[in-house]
Structures are given as structure tokens and as C-alpha cells.
């Protein structure tokens, strides 16, 4: 039975096979390492897409004539 292992190892076929797996067992383990984590909100708005109330602008008043 050893011998047929071996023997399958020593092709091509098995040979990629072998790679493919250390390549995929490979990417499971370091992928989370290398994720990008997108920063989360602090407060989430309980109404999102209703206006808030702005303060007045002041505007320019014109000036009195003499």
C-alpha cells in the first residue's frame, strides 16, 4: 500500500494535486490575517434619511442711508 502512495506522489497529477492543497490550506489560515477591516460606526442614526434642524444664517442686513 506504501508503495502505491509513493507511486502517486511521483506524478504529475498527484504532484499538483499535493500543491493545490498546501496552496488552499495555506490561504484559509492566512487570509483572515490580511483582511481589511472597515472601521464601524459609533452611533447609528435610529432615523437615517430625516433632516436635522440647522441654526439660522446670518444674513447681511443693508446698510441705513444717511
Do not use: N
Not at 493545490?20 to 460606526?41: C, E, T
Amino acid at each position: 500500500m506504501r508503495h502505491r502512495l509513493t507511486a502517486w506522489l511521483h506524478t504529475w497529477w498527484g504532484r499538483g494535486l499535493l500543491f493545490s492543497l498546501v496552496i488552499a490550506v495555506l490561504m484559509a489560515v492566512l487570509d483572515p490575517l490580511f483582511a481589511i477591516s472597515l472601521p464601524r460606526p459609533t452611533r447609528l442614526d435610529p432615523r437615517p434619511g430625516t433632516p436635522t434642524a440647522r441654526p439660522p444664517t446670518a444674513t447681511a442686513r443693508p446698510a441705513p442711508s444717511p
